[in-house]
């Protein structure tokens, strides 16, 4: 089992960042590729981005290459999604996840999510 606190959320401006932090416990962090996802509200949940076991590959949904960068530190068990020039369509709960790929559906291990606002 592997327990993940998402973090970081918050209200931000239109062309502003925030910086989105999940700390993970239970298995080797460093086994594990992660991921995150949003949802906003009334919609599905997506795909943002993610990220291998040794930071190598890194994936992003076309919605926000460009302005998010994940990233991880395996010494502190730790995934970041650093949001650079938000946009109130970001606004969503975002989760971070675990799985053994950074294929979407393989993510097995789910955060609880936090809340990200973006106002125009």
């Known amino acids: 089992q592997v327990q993940l606190v998402d973090t970081g959320g918050g209200l931000a401006q239109a062309g502003g960042s925030l910086r989105l932090s999940c700390a993970a416990s239970?298995?080797?962090?460093?086994?594990?590729?992660m991921g995150w996802f949003r949802q906003a509200p009334g919609k599905e949940r997506d795909f943002v981005a993610s990220?291998?076991?040794?930071?190598?590959?890194?994936y992003y949904a076309d919605s926000v290459k460009g302005r998010f960068t994940i990233s991880r530190d395996n010494a502190k068990n730790t995934v970041y999604l650093q949001m650079n020039s938000l946009k109130p369509e970001d606004t969503a709960v975002y989760y971070c996840?675990?799985?053994?790929?950074?294929?979407?559906?393989?993510?097995?291990?789910w955060g609880k999510g936090t809340l990200v606002t973006v106002s125009s």
């Open positions: 239970g298995r080797p962090f460093s086994a594990y590729a």
């Open positions: 990220i291998s076991w040794n930071g190598a590959g890194r």
């Open positions: 996840a675990a799985g053994p790929s950074t294929n979407q559906e393989s993510m097995a291990y």
